[in-house]
Nanobody, 121 residues
């Protein structure tokens, strides 16, 4: 079983910063892309940022220049540094990874339980 555990969410004033972490545990043979998604109340879940195992990153336009995704492959951990936070960044943030549990296994998507980020104006 693969588990993803997020941490680092909380309440912050507009203009502030938070750093999210997501550690994967369990039997993992290989991890490809890791990413962060978010879901605000009444809205669909949206992709925030992704990072490949080669370190290539991509961001949704609304966070580009403010958020930075990174990963530590030795620790199976992905991070999201969020700066210049805005009230519209308020959401539950979920981490995700695409991985396989064995060399002969299929690639699967795994999800964390989510962590709340609230930005006050």
């Amino acid at each position: 079983q693969v588990q993803l555990v997020e941490s680092g969410g909380g309440l912050v004033q507009a203009g502030g910063s938070l750093r999210l972490s997501c550690a994967a545990s369990g039997i993992i043979f290989s991890i490809n892309t890791m990413g962060w998604y978010r879901q605000a109340p009444g809205k669909q879940r949206e992709l925030v940022a992704t990072i490949t195992n080669g370190g290539n990153t991509d961001y949704v336009d609304s966070v580009r220049g403010r958020f930075t995704i990174s990963r530590d492959n030795a620790k199976n951990t992905v991070y999201l540094q969020m700066n210049s936070l805005k009230p519209e960044d308020t959401a539950v943030y979920y981490c995700s990874l695409r991985g396989k549990r064995a060399i002969v296994a299929v690639w699967q998507n795994y999800w964390g339980q989510g962590t709340q980020v609230t930005v006050s104006s």
